[in-house]
């Protein structure tokens, strides 16, 4: 963390409709300190969250927001139960709504988001966005790197007690050499 953020952070909450009056285009990152439910939900996350998107309206006049958001969390393998990473890249199209009715009105192509006051909540949002992208189960790639680890470990032990052995027959040896 000791590298300094390369983009500005997003605002915690905007307004939509003035954003996309103005058909704003946001970028930059989300702080990990306002996502508590991400926290809670992986091991860590690894580097920025980052997150672009596009304020507009679509043809029959909906507010827009169009965007993607992407980061990399560590997951615990559920064969091995050590982390393992998984890079998380969602894209959405949101339709901007100030109710669940207005919301269920929309067209399918159009994820309804709640503005319930004067501002969308930005961060809360793109947050959903990457929880709904979270694998339920993790699960290393291919072989567990780290369960391969545990059994050189043990590997290790072997050779070890295997390295004791010729002091043992050495011992065997002389037993048996003063006993003859
Ligand atoms: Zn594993």
Not at 56 to 84: I, M, Y
Not at 99 to 125: F, M, N, R, W
Request: hydrophobic share 35%.
């Amino acid at each position: 963390m000791s590298i300094a953020p390369s983009k500005s952070v997003l605002p915690k909450s905007v307004d939509a409709r003035k954003l996309v009056q103005r058909e704003q285009y946001l970028d930059g990152v989300l702080p990990l300190e306002s996502l508590d439910r991400l926290r809670t939900a992986v091991e860590s996350v690894n580097g920025e969250i980052v997150s672009e998107l596009q304020f507009g309206r679509d043809l029959q006049g909906h507010l827009t927001v169009s965007g993607k958001v992407s980061c990399t969390v560590e997951l615990l393998c559920q064969r091995c139960l050590h982390p393992v990473r998984e890079q998380i890249e969602a894209q959405f199209c949101w339709g901007v709504v100030w109710s669940e009715e207005q919301g269920k009105a929309l067209p399918k192509d159009l994820d309804p988001v709640i503005q319930e006051s004067d501002e969308l909540d930005l961060h809360q949002i793109l947050e959903d966005e990457i929880l709904l992208n979270l694998p339920m189960v993790a699960y290393h790639d291919k072989e567990c790197v780290s369960r391969e680890s545990f059994h050189i470990g043990e590997v290790e032990t072997e050779a070890g007690e295997q390295r004791e052995n010729p002091f043992k027959v050495l011992e065997q040896l002389k037993g048996s050499s003063g006993k003859s």
